[in-house]
């Protein structure tokens, strides 16, 4: 743990808790990354705007981190050195596995880890552990691979 910052990690933790008290308090609605974002391929229009504030928050959040935050430029974003085009592939890839699984699971690490949590869902707790216990698994596969 080289980066480990507590207490930027802490006022993120409890910014995050709020916002998603916020949605769930002011529209009834889960901060689900991958439900918010699924909601907008359907035809609801009376849903859109709230969900397309959210992820544009999300964006501008993030980038208001980097612009004005920590020294980000020690983040190695390629950890197996590989070039542009499989980078960009293999980033491609994730992400479709990572959607097409939190379709399987009925929600994402943000819908169940932060929101179902905090509602007491076994549903949640259950799909955490997964989350946990597979990427324990995958850190480990992925070191001993590379060596690092």
């Given at each position: ?20 008290t ?40 993030s ?19 590989l ?66």
């Amino acid at each position: 743990m080289e980066n480990f910052t507590p207490l930027s990690a802490t006022i993120g933790g409890v910014l995050i808790g709020l916002a998603a008290t916020m949605l769930l308090l002011t529209q009834g609605r889960i901060a689900g990354i991958s439900n918010i974002v699924g909601g907008l391929l359907e035809t609801n229009e009376d849903d859109r705007l709230w969900r397309i504030l959210f992820i544009v928050g999300l964006i501008v959040g993030s980038s208001t981190y980097v612009f004005f935050g920590e020294n980000t430029s020690n983040i190695n974003i390629n950890p197996f050195q590989l070039n542009d085009k499989n980078h960009m592939f293999f980033m491609i890839l994730g992400g479709l596995l990572v959607g097409f699984g939190s379709q399987i699971g009925s929600g994402c690490t943000s819908g169940h880890g932060v929101c179902g949590l905090g509602r007491f869902s076994m549903r949640s707790l259950t799909a955490t552990i997964t989350f946990m216990v597979t990427a324990g698994i995958t850190v480990f596969v992925v070191r001993s691979l590379t060596g690092a």
